[in-house]
């Protein structure tokens, strides 16, 4: 049988840059290439990351985390989106649950053999990488904090905090779970804030600790073998700017001493240098952990806490949002189909039901991973390891049951018994809902006796 009109006789021609290793992929995809009647060019990641312009059509590569951030900063030096043409292939399908938050398009585990790996290639030849950047979102004024997709009161209150912050040239904590928009929320403060200045990223998570001072606070010519020339640091790149701390909670404590004393006098020493340097910066730093636990624990340095957290801003996580959720969707649905030209797929009850009873653990971020799922036809993103098949009907229920406890408490700062009063159940039935879902003890309401303080 002729594979190449049987599968595909309608489907137009494409160009695919292989950067693969295994041996065994890499003969998987040219075969699957060859039926599918497509362009292959072969690179290794080095020879990629030495070209000056970097292809405007697919990328398939199967190398580790500290190859792939070196491709995805190569991405970021031209100006391009590595969310919109890298396909990283990985072994296992728990890894794509684990890194779900590396700024690529998608995770695929090894195709088992050619055919899989034509139906893989087949999904993205109907593509094309992105031309051009996102569609102005609705309100230009508030963005993606407008009240088409702002109608939770979690959410609702932190925009009202980021609103009267924006233009304060103070710094500020965002606080949050992986994948909320903390990332989002910071860009925001930024473009609203009125300064000539660059928006500084750092991400501490990913900066050893060998070069934390050479990364923040410069280099000059001679200080160590290879620093040929001098260098800034990202404090200076950030004068008149915002320096943002991504994840600090993970840098080292000796990372965060000589941070402290930067932060507190605006300036630093360039590592081999001698005259200290002035930087006007406002610092936005984001947590997933709260600073004062982590004071507790001995983890973070209480003056760094004190010096950063001026003012706090929580991103609510998307269980708590639930009245956002669809209007997220649709609109990222929408925004996918119209970059890559495709459908807008329908959402029936059934797919609605759906959205609102998952966990969604990546929140924000893993929302936007299933529309580009959604609207490309690759199917759900992979389930966390152990977990079994789609939840039926009464284990939906017990979820969306959950989250909008989790939402209304939250809503009444933890007070049971004006919950019980919005939702219109008796108090001692939400405790048994608070029970049942292992609520009480973070909730901090152990009796009635205390649910009638609030007020």
Not at 154 to 162: D, E, I, N, W
Not at 243 to 272: T, V
């Amino acid at each position: 049988m002729n594979f190449i009109h049987f599968i595909v006789p309608w489907l137009q021609m494409t160009e695919l840059t292989l950067c693969i290793e295994s041996p065994e992929l890499k003969s998987r995809l040219r075969a699957a290439a060859l039926l599918m009647q497509a362009s292959v060019h072969e690179l290794s990641l080095i020879d990629l990351l030495g070209k000056r312009s970097l292809p405007a059509h697919w990328l398939l590569v199967d190398q580790g985390l500290e190859q792939l951030g070196d491709l995805i900063e190569h991405f970021k030096a031209q100006g391009r989106k590595p969310e919109t043409q890298i396909i990283r292939f990985i072994e296992k399908p728990w890894q794509e649950y684990v890194y779900h938050d590396i700024p690529i398009f998608a995770s695929i585990v090894h195709p088992a053999n050619p055919l899989a790996a034509v139906h893989v290639l087949e999904k993205l030849i109907r593509t094309k990488p992105f031309r051009s950047g996102k569609k102005p979102l609705p309100n230009s004024n508030l963005g993606p904090y407008s009240d088409e997709f702002v109608r939770s009161q979690p959410m609702r209150h932190a925009v009202s905090q980021l609103q009267r912050l924006k233009q304060l040239p103070i710094d500020t904590v965002l606080l949050g779970p992986t994948g909320a928009g903390k990332d989002t929320a910071a860009r925001w403060l930024h473009a609203h804030s009125g300064v000539k200045g660059e928006f500084v990223h750092v991400n501490c998570a990913a900066l050893p600790e060998q070069l934390f001072e050479a990364e923040v606070f410069g280099v000059m010519a001679g200080a160590f073998t290879g620093a040929q020339k001098d260098r800034p640091g990202k404090l200076e790149l950030a004068h008149n700017g915002t320096l943002y701390l991504d994840e600090i909670d993970s840098l080292p404590l000796s990372c965060q001493a000589k941070l402290l004393n930067a932060l507190q006098y605006r300036g630093a020493i360039r590592l081999g240098g001698h005259v200290f340097y002035n930087s006007v910066f406002r610092v936005i730093a984001s947590t997933k952990t709260k600073l004062e636990t982590l004071v507790e624990q001995n983890r973070f340095r209480e003056d760094l806490h004190f010096r950063l957290s001026v003012s706090q801003v929580r991103i609510p996580a998307l269980a708590e949002r639930l009245e956002d959720i669809i209007p997220l969707y649709c609109h990222f649905l929408n925004d996918v189909a119209a970059q890559f030209k495709l459908e807008v797929p329908k959402l029936d009850l059934e797919d609605t039901d759906e959205l609102l009873s998952r966990p969604w653990p990546g929140n924000v971020r893993e929302l936007h991973a299933f529309a580009q799922r959604h609207v490309m036809g690759l199917g759900e993103p992979c389930t966390v390891p152990g977990s079994e098949a789609p939840a039926g009907l009464k284990q939906r229920l017990l979820a969306f049951e959950k989250a909008v406890l989790i939402q209304t408490l939250h809503a009444h700062r933890g007070c049971a018994r004006l919950a019980s009063e919005s939702l219109g159940i008796p108090l001692h039935s939400l405790y048994y809902r608070m029970k049942r879902f292992d609520l009480l003890e973070k909730n901090g309401n152990h009796s009635d006796d205390k649910a009638t303080q609030c007020s």
